[in-house]
């Protein structure tokens, strides 16, 4: 039952961030990944929101919860995106553009532990 959750969470998360960087590349004419940025902010904040909502507290309990399999495994794994952030960063140093590519390593990593920070909070006050 669990690889069944995960399977529909992810299904969903990967077809939405397809859809959402689709429209936000279409929209940017411009070398800076943006659409992966969005994307990753976006799933770290979702998912400090999620965890902050349904648990309150950061455990590693979480993988015998059906509900984080779904949500937290399955759709914000299949949303955010490590390994196209890596191929666009490295696209950045093949194409010699250095400050894009420490501005998208600092706006994605910095900028996703922030957002997921403060979504956290958001119900824990």
Known sequence: MSTVLIALGGSLGAALRYVLSSVLSARNSHKFPTAIIAVNLL?????????????????????????YLCFGVGFF??????????LEAI??????????????????????????SISFMFFQY
């Open 91 to 116: 696209g950045l140093l093949q194409r010699k553009e250095y400050n894009y590519f420490f501005l998208y390593i600092f706006l994605t990593i910095f900028g996703s532990i922030v957002l997921f």
């Open 77 to 86: 794994g299949a949303f955010t995106t490590f390994s196209t952030f890596s």
């Open 43 to 67: 799933g770290a904040g979702g998912l400090g929101f999620f965890i902050s909502y349904y648990y309150e507290t950061i455990t590693y309990s979480f993988y015998t919860c059906n509900i």
